[in-house]
């Protein structure tokens, strides 16, 4: 079955640290890939995606993200993190067999001043 | 010049009570999708139309009802409110089903029933 996974309910990281959120999924064939991020009383916005071609995507706000087929996985990345990037990040696949997106559980990120 | 639109934004009723929430983008997309967030933001899908036909019809109460006049516009109608039903409301746009650019969401409709 179709799934993505995101080990880390919750990441602590102080201002100016780097950043790296995972997501891991499960799918036949080869996935799009995608990153929201929900700030506190917003909806989500696209951050970054992945279809095909170079591996490593960028995004905005500074952040990117790598896919590696052999380990199932698409890590989301910022070498330097702003307070304001204290948010909630969602991982999802999109499958082709039925137009729907396949969400991750969430991972808050907290940044520590 | 807000993308996609939902109101109200927050919406507070008893329970037996019957509500709306109204949604709609001004992108020109074909697709649009109703989610629903719980408090542990788990994102379920409930409804999604591509051009005013419902293609996406998740495992829902009968007490939810989507209506698509138009591919602009995407409202939920809930009847029979319960407590259950509190949650984050997200409505959703894309271009067109099967092709994956990406989604626009709203801001979200927090319904409380009390």
């Known amino acids: 079955a179709q799934s993505v996974t995101q080990p880390d309910i919750h990441i602590t990281v102080s201002e100016g640290a780097s950043l790296e959120l995972r997501c891991n999924y499960s799918?036949?064939?080869?996935?799009?890939l995608f990153w929201y991020v929900q700030s506190p009383g917003q909806g989500l916005q696209l951050l970054l995606k992945?279809?095909?071609?170079d591996t490593l995507v960028q995004g905005i706000k500074g952040f990117e993200a790598e896919f590696k087929r052999s380990q199932s996985s698409f890590n989301l990345r910022k070498p330097s993190v702003h307070w304001s990037d204290a948010a909630e990040y969602f991982c999802?696949?999109?499958?082709?067999?039925?137009?729907?997106?396949?969400w991750g559980a969430g991972t808050k990120l907290i940044i520590k001043p | 010049d807000t993308a996609v639109s939902q109101t109200p934004k927050y919406l507070v009723t008893q329970m037996g009570n019957d509500k709306s929430i109204k949604c709609e983008q001004n992108?020109?997309?074909?697709?649009m999708y109703w989610y629903k967030q719980d408090s542990k933001k788990f994102l379920k899908i409930m409804f999604s139309?591509?051009?005013?036909?419902?293609?996406i019809n998740e495992t829902v109460p009968n007490r939810f009802s989507p209506k698509s006049p138009d591919k602009a516009h995407l409202n939920l109608h809930i009847n029979s409110l319960e407590l259950g039903d509190s949650a984050v409301y997200f409505c959703?746009?894309?271009?067109?089903?099967?092709?994956?650019?990406?989604?626009?969401f709203g801001s979200g409709t927090r319904l409380t029933v009390v």
């Open positions: 139309y591509n051009n005013k036909e419902l293609i």
């Open positions: 959703a746009s894309s271009l067109r089903a099967g092709v994956w650019d990406g989604y626009t």
């Open positions: 799918y036949g064939a080869t996935p799009y």
């Open positions: 992945y279809f095909s071609g």
């Open positions: 999802a696949v999109g499958a082709r067999s039925n137009y729907q997106l396949i």
């Open positions: 992108l020109g997309h074909d697709t």
